[in-house]
């Protein structure tokens, strides 16, 4: 069975990477083109960002987790490429059904 929480997680986690990566793409173009797009990939990454935050204390709060596993899962939200590894660390455990230490 799943769960709820960390698949809602894992369904976020790899929309908010990709998100962060093209704002650090815009960021780029913004400095070395006329190209802004920085405002909408800002936002939407803002949102994305919020959401996988929400979801991921949501899933700390129904899962067993460690705080180390917590922090580990906010953490890789801030790296470039952290959501990617998010996402696979969470199917990892949604697949496994227990929590996977960090």
């Known amino acids: 069975m799943k769960n709820s929480a960390v ?7 790899m929309p ?3 998100s962060f990566v093209l ?3 815009c960021s780029v173009l913004k400095r070395t083109t ?3 797009a920085v405002p909408v990939m800002g936002m939407v990454h803002g949102i994305l960002f919020i959401l996988y935050v929400i979801f ?10 460690t705080v180390k596993h ?4 906010l953490l890789l939200s801030v790296i ?6 998010a996402e696979r660390l969470l199917a990892r455990e949604e697949q496994e059904g227990i ?3 960090a």
């Open 23 to 25: 704002l650090l793409v």
């Open 34 to 36: 006329s190209f802004d």
């Open 80 to 85: 470039p490429f952290g959501g990617f590894y």
């Open 16 to 18: 908010e990477g990709v």
């Open 56 to 65: 991921a204390l949501d899933s700390w709060r129904k899962q067993p987790w």
């Open 70 to 73: 917590a922090s580990w899962v």
């Open 99 to 101: 929590a996977v230490p």
């Open 7 to 13: 698949h809602r997680l894992r369904l976020v986690s």
